[in-house]
């Protein structure tokens, strides 16, 4: 079967790993912006201010995609960059910065993927409560169809929300990411219940001010696990720990992939999380759940490693310890290729849409070398591996239309800050310099192969 011929290749930023421009031409602020100027939230002290500088150079940008045989780009906008309060008055140069990019992008073949949201909530609208403020479902309701009236006369694909297990349990839970709180048990839940009613607000406003008919897909994250063998028997058992319910003293539980995707596909919380978390539950009613399940057309995965499983001698999960010496990337992530082809495979069994693979992509230790390439090969063997796997899970009848490598260029990785390196375009980070990696050209012909 392999990959069909309308397969999308594609590439994936975010807006503030990459733009800079934090205060310019009438910007409003985000959580990120003000995140990464209180000292000691970074690993290595830097901020996204400038970032790649993507703002002023997004024309040597799309060139560099043009030249690398890039199909398709997923970036995501910056919502206070259109609302600089979050609400009301609207950004004209903000407006035109993304009507440009749009422009530019179509005009050299690339179709654009828009994320309406990234992690860089407004902080105007964090001030007021953020996600635990029950305003903000139409807050963002009306920011989507904004967005939408604005460019869907080009922009056919949009995506409403990458990883909430990240923005909100890391944002709200942990406090490792912007805006760095530590909320309640009961807070958090109420959180992701506004967050599942938002996506689903802004899918009837966005279908509501499109001006042509738009896709609209969800991109949530989570472990993507594989079976130890392909026995029925361990197939199973990795197929009801992938999506179980973790304990809600766990502090990795808003992971849970079937807690934020089983209200959206299948309009219904999972039976085990509501019975473990029924003490912090807000409430939930009919009506929640009809504007959360808003059909949608696609599921957009960001996969990136997995772990083992195994059924033990009573059929119940078991993960399988890794070995001495297992493969790590360079941000210390295992390197598990199997992962793009189980993932997709129970996602679609249980949701029953068309998979997008939204981010996919590793960290290497990455340097320019005497004759001035930047030579990866552990990239290209990465790339390889998983794609591989995910050609079998095209081969497992599974309607996967497209793959986004994550990321078009090295930029400001979040708490890393520019420590690890997952671009296919190298970035010099003083004076903007970019280079195209071994795995960019390597990527451009297994594109044009496939």
């Not at 703002?55 to 398709?72: Q, W």
């Not at 807050?139 to 869907?152: G, I, M, Q, R």
């Not at 495979?345 to 249980?350: A, K, T």
Request: charged fraction near 25%.
């Amino acid at each position: 079967m392999a990959f069909q011929k309308d397969f999308v290749w594609g590439v994936s930023t975010s807006a503030y790993q990459i733009e800079g421009a934090w205060n310019e031409d009438g910007k409003g602020l985000s959580v990120w912006d003000v995140f990464t100027h209180e000292p000691k939230h970074i690993k290595d002290n830097s901020t996204g201010d400038v970032a790649c500088d993507h703002y002023h150079r997004f024309r040597e940008d799309v060139k560099l995609m043009k030249e690398m045989g890039i199909r398709a780009y997923r970036l995501s906008i910056c919502w206070s960059r259109i609302f600089p309060n979050g609400v009301d008055e609207i950004n004209e140069k903000g407006v035109k910065f993304y009507s440009d990019l749009f422009d530019l992008l179509l005009e050299n073949g690339i179709e654009p993927y828009v994320t309406l949201f990234h992690w860089d909530y407004p902080y105007e609208l964090q001030k007021k409560g953020g996600w635990l403020n029950d305003d903000s479902i139409q807050w963002f309701a009306d920011y989507a169809a904004k967005v939408v009236e604005l460019y869907s006369d080009r922009v056919k694909n949009f995506i409403t929300f990458n990883e909430p297990q990240c923005f909100v349990g890391l944002g709200y839970y942990t406090g490792l990411d912007a805006p760095g709180l530590k909320v309640s048990r009961k807070e958090i839940l109420q959180i992701c219940h506004n967050v599942l009613k938002a996506h689903g607000a802004a899918v009837i406003a966005m279908r509501a001010n499109a001006k042509q008919p738009i896709k609209i897909g969800y991109a949530p994250t989570g472990s993507s696990l594989y079976p130890k063998t392909e026995s029925p028997e361990d197939i199973a058992a990795t197929r009801k720990a992938f999506f179980a319910c973790p304990p809600l003293n766990n502090g990795n539980f808003l992971w849970s992939i079937s807690w934020w995707c089983d209200p959206v596909f299948l309009g219904r919380y999972p039976e085990d999380g509501l019975e473990m978390y029924k003490e912090c539950l807000p409430e939930i009613t009919e009506e929640d759940m009809k504007l959360i399940s808003q059909p949608i057309d696609f599921y957009g995965q960001n996969v990136y490693n997995g772990k083992e499983v195994m059924a033990g001698e009573d059929g119940e999960p078991v993960f399988v310890p890794r070995k001495p010496g297992f493969p790590k990337t360079a941000i210390q992530w295992p390197v598990t290729p199997e992962a793009l082809r189980w993932g997709p495979r129970f996602l679609y069994e249980r949701y029953g849409v068309p998979i997008y693979i939204t981010e996919n992509g590793m960290s290497c230790h990455d340097t320019v070398s005497l004759d001035g390439k930047v030579h990866d090969p552990n990239r290209i063997d990465f790339l390889h591996r998983y794609l591989l796997e995910l050609e079998k899970a095209t081969d497992d009848g599974v309607p996967v239309d497209g793959y986004f490598h994550w990321s078009l260029m090295d930029n400001f990785e979040w708490i890393c800050g520019y420590a690890d390196r997952f671009g296919l375009v190298y970035v010099d980070f003083e004076t903007q310099e970019r280079i195209l990696k071994d795995s960019a050209y390597w990527y451009k012909e297994w594109i044009e192969a496939h």
